[in-house]
């Protein structure tokens, strides 16, 4: 049998093609909803991490207690007293000396320095974020890296917490009904044990207030997740 291929190139079907301008155009559209989602993805990525950590550091320090009460005892009978914020008691040496005592060296914790004024130390943890402990050592601000050691914004990217397990001279029951507990938590001084309490800026400590201190509190609050009106932006 002969084959003709005389007509073969006439049976070839044309290859579709796109114009310049065509193409110009699809990678205009893709820009412009790159443009339009991208943050909303940085956002979201920015608040995933936050929480993340902050669930982490949660657990972390309040498994380091747990294992020291098997050493050490009940929580309320540890000696960590160091005074408080009106009337320090410790030299930066020996509230450093009372934390890796009883919570410290059951931390993996990269390094340690002490601040340049002497009111208290840093301790650099292996997951990259840093805990300042200042000397009467109840107040505890939580860092999610070093980058914000240098530009903190509280809320964003620090976050106050507090290890307050017994009443301290000086601390009335009124502000630290909420803030005395045998685990470390945070920060709630003053705080009235309602969510709008968390979210009221007349209070300064409120998150959103001047000093924000409530916001690791709110997030908790919320179950471990930033609410859809958390004053501050990602």
Not at 39 to 53: N, Q
Not at 67 to 89: A, F
Not at 160 to 177: A, D, H, M, T, W
Not at 209 to 220: E, P, T
């Amino acid at each position: 049998m002969k084959n003709d291929f005389t007509n073969y190139s006439h049976c070839k079907e044309a290859s579709p093609a796109f114009t310049l301008a065509e193409v110009l155009i699809t990678l205009g559209i893709i820009g412009v909803v790159a443009a339009m989602t991208m943050p909303s993805l940085i956002a979201a990525h920015r608040k995933h991490e936050v929480v993340t950590k902050l669930e982490k550091i949660y657990s972390v320090f309040n498994q380091a207690v747990r294992t020291s009460t098997v050493e050490h005892g009940d929580v309320t009978g540890w000696d960590i007293d160091c005074g408080n914020s009106n009337n320090i008691k410790c030299t930066t040496d020996e509230a450093l000396e009372r934390f890796n005592e009883y919570i410290g060296k059951y931390l993996q914790i990269t390094s340690i320095t002490k601040k340049d004024d002497n009111t208290g130390f840093y301790i650099f943890l292996n997951d990259g974020s840093i805990l300042k402990i200042d000397n009467f050592l109840y107040d505890i601000n939580f860092y999610i890296n070093k980058k914000a050691i240098n530009n903190p914004r509280q809320g964003i990217n620090s976050f106050y917490f507090r290890f307050n397990p017994v009443l301290r001279e000086g601390q009335s029951i009124e502000n630290n009904k909420y803030a005395i507990k045998e685990t470390f938590e945070p920060y709630a001084f003053g705080w009235d044990g309602t969510r709008e309490g968390l979210l009221n800026t007349s209070n300064a400590m409120a998150c959103g207030g001047i000093y924000s201190n409530y916001c690791g509190k709110l997030i908790q609050y919320e179950g471990w997740k930033i609410p859809d009106d958390y004053p501050y932006k990602f």
